[in-house]
Structures are given as C-alpha cells and as structure tokens.
C-alpha cells in the first residue's frame, strides 16, 4: 500500500551538504517509525536514523550525531534527511525503511540513493 521513494543523492567534496528525501506514496499508519540506514559496498548495513511519523522522536547513530538532521515535512509527505560536513566514510546506499513502533519488522523499503562524498 506504501510506497518509499528516495532522492536527493549525488557527489560531494568533503565538508558539502546534501539533502534526501524519503517520499511515501502512501500514507503510512501513525505508529510507523521512519528509519535511514546506508551501506557501502563490501558493509553490512548500518543505521543512520530515525523520525516516528509525527516527528515527535528522532534518533541519530554516534557517527552522524550533530551533522545530519532528520525532519518530517507534513506538507510534501516526506521524511528528509539534511547532512552537512560530509565526509568520505559517509559514503554509501541511503534507503529509508518504515516499520510500526512494536515491530522490528520493517514493511516498507525504498530503492535507496547513491551518496558518494570524495576527499
């Protein structure tokens, strides 16, 4: 029923900012919760961060705390994901994945967009 679609990706210098975009088709339920996660190639896939869908809770892997920033635009249907001070190791797949609040289940996945940041 939802569909995650993500933008916003690209190629950026050390120290650039990027912006991304995780937009759903599809209202999702109330309780969902909004997860960004990235992988590199030869990596498992780590956890960036997450927004309940209200927006009223965010949380932040230790590695990207303090440069990125995630937001829900009610207005656009979106979950963003704003990262400043980019840096080489920041590099990967950024998906964004939707799961309920009492499940570690995530029903909704998007393609993901390439983030490649150079030195």
């Known amino acids: 029923q939802v569909q995650l679609v993500e933008s916003g990706g690209g190629l950026v210098q050390a120290g650039g900012s990027l912006r991304l975009s995780c937009a759903a088709s599809g209202r999702p339920f109330s309780t969902y919760v909004i997860n960004w996660f990235r992988q590199a190639p030869g990596n498992e896939r780590e956890f960036v961060a997450f927004?309940?869908?209200?927006?009223?809770?965010?949380s932040y892997a230790d590695s990207v705390k303090g440069r990125f920033t995630i937001s829900r635009d009610n207005a656009k249907n979106t979950v963003d994901l704003q990262m400043n001070s980019l840096k080489p190791e920041d590099t990967g797949l950024y998906s964004c994945a939707a799961r309920k609040r009492s499940s570690i289940h995530y029903d909704y996945w998007g393609q993901g967009t390439q983030v490649t940041v150079s030195s």
């Open positions: 927004i309940t869908w209200d927006g009223y809770s965010t």
